[in-house]
């Protein structure tokens, strides 16, 4: 049996499996990207695939913080709107 990566939100705090998240990096050019492989360079932090999430986020500050640098409101935009078709 293959065993699942497991990773937490930095939102809700929730362990999910890696395929069930979304990473968010930061380069080491101190830019904030949204990572649609899991494999791009630079400090990462996961965030769940909902938009309940992402409002947590930006509430919190939770992705600010996990990655160290401030979040672009257009990162948010961009999250927000993967989601609301789902």
């Given at each position: 049996?293959?065993k699942i990566?497991m990773r937490?939100?930095?939102?809700?705090?929730?362990?999910?499996?890696?395929?069930?998240?979304?990473?968010?990096?930061?380069?080491?050019?101190?830019?904030?990207?949204?990572?649609?492989?899991?494999?791009?360079?630079?400090?990462?932090?996961?965030?769940?695939?909902?938009?309940?999430?992402?409002?947590?986020?930006?509430?919190?500050?939770?992705?600010?913080?996990?990655?160290?640098?401030?979040?672009?409101?257009?990162?948010?935009?961009?999250?927000?709107?993967?989601?609301?078709?789902?």
């Open positions: 049996m293959k990566p937490k939100c930095v939102a809700t705090q929730e362990q999910c499996p890696k395929k069930e998240l979304i990473r968010i990096v930061r380069t080491p050019e101190r830019k904030v990207e949204i990572d649609i492989t899991g494999k791009m360079n630079g400090r990462g932090a996961y965030l769940k695939k909902s938009l309940e999430a992402v409002e947590a986020a930006k509430k919190r500050k939770a992705l600010a913080r996990a990655l160290e640098c401030e979040i672009p409101d257009e990162i948010y935009e961009r999250l927000a709107e993967m989601f609301v078709n789902e």
